[in-house]
Every structure is written in C-alpha cells, then in structure tokens.
C-alpha cells in the first residue's frame, strides 16, 4: 500500500490536481460515451419494434 | 458460375478454405453481425469494467512512487493506453472503409462509421492528460512538437471524417467520401509514432518497445497492460452497440 492516509492519497505528492482531474475527465467522457450509444441502441429497437 | 461435378453449387464455393471463409463472410450480413454482437456485449462490457477496476487498482496501490516524476507519472495508466487506441482505432476504422469502398459492402462502412467517435474521443483523451501530465513534468500545458502536433491532426482528422460522412445524405457517397479522406490521412499514423524519433520532441520516447524488455517496474508495467486491455474490451463493446443502432437505423 502506497498511501499512509487518505489525505496523502488525495494529494498526490502536490500533483493531485493533474492526476485526479486526468482520471475524472477520462472516466467521465468514457461513461458518457457508454451512455450515449446505449440510449442511441435502445431508441433504435424500440422504433424498430413498432 | 457452376461446380460441374456438384450442379447447383458455385465453383467459388468448391474452392479449399472456402468453406471457413464462408462462416466469416455470414458475419458480414448487418442480421448475423447484429446478432452476435448481441452476444458478446454483456461480456465486452464486463471484461472493460473488471480489467479497468484491476488496473486502477494496481496503478495506484501495487505500482510504486517514481523516482524523477513523483505521482504524477499515475497519469501513464490513462494516457499511454488513450494514445495507442486513438491510432489503433484509425487504422482499424482507414481499413473498414476502404474495405466498403472497394467491395461495396454495407457492413464495413458501417464499421468504419462506428469507429469515428470513439477513436475521436481517444484522441481527445490523449491529448487532455498529456497536456495536465506535460505541466507538472516539462512546466508548460502545451508545445507544437512534431508528437502532440501529429496526434492534433489525428483529432481533427477523426472530426473531418465523421463530418464528412453525417453531411452527405446518400450513404454510399458518403461512405465512399470518408474513404477517401481516412485512407489519405492514414500516413498521418506512422508520423505521429515515429515522430519522436524523426525529430527532436519534448515528448518522451516509446514507452514500450516490441524488441526490448519494458524500461518500467513490473507492477507499473502489469497496471499499464491492465488499463489497455480495459481500453480495448471498452472500445469493441462500444462500437459494437454504435454499430447495431447503425444497423437499425439504416434499416428503416
């Protein structure tokens, strides 16, 4: 473990800023992209269904 | 064109291999591909979701602190995988299209379709969290070298195609447009790999070489194949589910 708390882990050595902000931006455009093409997929059975 | 020995059956169809490369090409038809793509989705999605937990997990807990960047090489897990991807997917989407454009087949311009947005937002991804690694590290959010310029041009290339393609309503023309543009800017692939080695760029060298052991701790390097692999499971599963509404939609 690499961490002695969670305020250290939170800080990053003083590069928490880049670090979280890299992983919150990346995961956030990819769970968007995910949403997205779902509910695309989803609209686009149900006008095939009817 | 008939088998002469088996009337009815095309010669083509006689041919050795032919048979295997039948099963594949019943893949090719939009209802087989929407079909097994249906089938796989659940676990494309899973495998993206456990190898990326996984990853994180040893990238930020197993993988120790660097010795010259500090913490903030943590951003490695994210950006080196997004760069491969973005150019990985444009080769992939350049050959899907080319593969329409020569045999007129439906499917592979859908393919190439599907793939635009995704490779656009690798690309974007790449670009981001170089940018917010390259601050604390070279002190400055941006620099025109021949890397960060070269990965630039692939974004706005994935943004041509998908704009290309969207503003021309008959789809074979603008299947064949596309084409046209994703083959010339495949040459812009090998620039943006080989650029650090052509020119003199801030940007690091590769990060891993295919003819050399990795420069990188093993538990830094297990996070960086984990994160990749949760990169390619995520990118097959979306443009998977891109590629079936594509396919119901074009159907109506």
Redesign the interface.
């Known amino acids: 473990?690499?961490?002695p708390s969670l305020e250290a882990?939170l800080y990053?050595?003083?590069?928490g800023l880049?670090?979280w902000?890299?992983?919150v931006?990346?995961i956030g455009?990819?769970a968007a992209?995910?949403w997205f093409?779902?509910r695309?997929?989803r609209?686009?059975?149900q006008?095939?269904a009817r | 064109m008939q088998d002469r020995a088996h009337p009815g059956r095309s010669t083509l169809a006689s041919l050795p291999g032919a048979e295997a490369a039948g099963r594949w090409t019943r893949f090719a038809s939009p209802p087989r591909f929407y079909a097994l793509a249906g089938a796989w989705l659940p676990w494309l999605w899973a495998i993206a979701l456990a190898s990326g937990a996984i990853g994180l997990y040893f990238g930020f807990f197993v993988a120790p602190t660097d010795a010259q960047q500090g913490e903030s090489y943590r951003i490695i897990f994210i950006h080196v995988p997004a760069a491969w991807m973005s150019m990985l997917v444009y080769l992939v989407l350049a050959f899907w299209a080319a593969w329409g454009w020569i045999l007129n087949a439906r499917m592979a311009s859908m393919y190439a379709r599907a793939l635009a947005p995704t490779g656009a937002l690798f690309t974007l991804i790449a670009l981001v969290t170089g940018s917010l690694w390259g601050r604390p590290t070279w002190g400055t959010w941006w620099v025109w070298d021949a890397r960060i310029t070269s990965e630039f041009i692939l974004l706005l290339l994935y943004l041509g195609y998908i704009a290309l393609t969207e503003a021309i309503d008959e789809p074979r023309r603008a299947a064949n447009a596309g084409a046209l543009l994703a083959l010339v800017g495949a040459i812009n692939i090998p620039i943006i790999y080989f650029s650090v080695q052509w020119w003199n760029t801030l940007h690091q060298g590769a990060t891993i070489s295919a003819t050399a052991a990795p420069k990188m701790a093993a538990t830094m390097f297990t996070a960086l194949l984990l994160m990749t692999a949760s990169f390619w499971a995520y990118t097959f599963a979306v443009v998977f589910a891109r590629a079936r509404a594509i396919v119901l939609e074009e159907r109506r």
Do not use: D, P
Request: charged content about 15%.
């Open positions: 473990m690499n961490w882990f990053m050595g003083g590069h880049y670090v902000g890299s992983y931006l990346t455009l990819l992209e995910a093409v779902l695309r997929q609209r686009a059975q006008e095939g």
